[in-house]
C-alpha cells in the first residue's frame, strides 16, 4: 500500500499563504495520480486539487482556482498544495490522496481515490 504524510498546516491570517506537502513512502508514487482534498468542520470532505502522474496536467475546484497550484517532485516523492491569498473559509482539514489510474481525469469524488494520508489542519483568521 501507499502511505502519505501531510505537514506544512497551521494558523495564518487572511490573505497570507501556506506551502502543505504530501510524502509518499515506496517505489509507487509515480503509479499515483495525487490529489488534494480538505473537510471543514461538520462539512463533506470535498475536491480542492489534482495533478497527474507526470506532473504535467493539473485540475482545481472553482473555490481555489487562481489561488492555489498543485505540483509534484517524483524524484522527492512529494506533492505540494501552494495556498495564497488565503480566506476563513480555507480553513478546513487537508488532505492528500492517491489515485492509481493509466490517464488523468477530472475526477472529484473521494471514491475514486485509493489512499489517504492523516491530514493536516489548516485555520485561517480573519
Known amino acids: 500500500q501507499v502511505q502519505l504524510v501531510e505537514s506544512g498546516g497551521g494558523l495564518v491570517q487572511a490573505r497570507d499563504s501556506l506551502r502543505l506537502s504530501c510524502a509518499a513512502s515506496?517505489?509507487?508514487?509515480?503509479?499515483?495520480?495525487m490529489g488534494w482534498f480538505r473537510q471543514a468542520l461538520g462539512k463533506e470532505r470535498e475536491f480542492v486539487a489534482a495533478?497527474?502522474?507526470?506532473?504535467?496536467?493539473?485540475y482545481y475546484a472553482d473555490s481555489v482556482k487562481g489561488r492555489f497550484t498543485i505540483s509534484r517532485d517524483n524524484a522527492k516523492n512529494t506533492v505540494y498544495l501552494q495556498m495564497n491569498s488565503l480566506k476563513p473559509e480555507d480553513t478546513a482539514v487537508y488532505y492528500c490522496?492517491?489515485?492509481?489510474?493509466?490517464?488523468?481525469?477530472?475526477?472529484?469524488?473521494?471514491?475514486?481515490?485509493?489512499?489517504w494520508g492523516q491530514g493536516t489542519q489548516v485555520t485561517v483568521s480573519s
Open positions: 490522496a492517491c489515485r492509481s489510474a493509466w490517464l488523468f481525469t477530472r475526477e472529484t469524488g473521494t471514491s475514486s481515490y485509493d489512499y
Open positions: 515506496g517505489r509507487t508514487f509515480t503509479t499515483c495520480n
Open positions: 495533478v497527474s502522474r507526470g506532473g504535467s496536467s493539473t
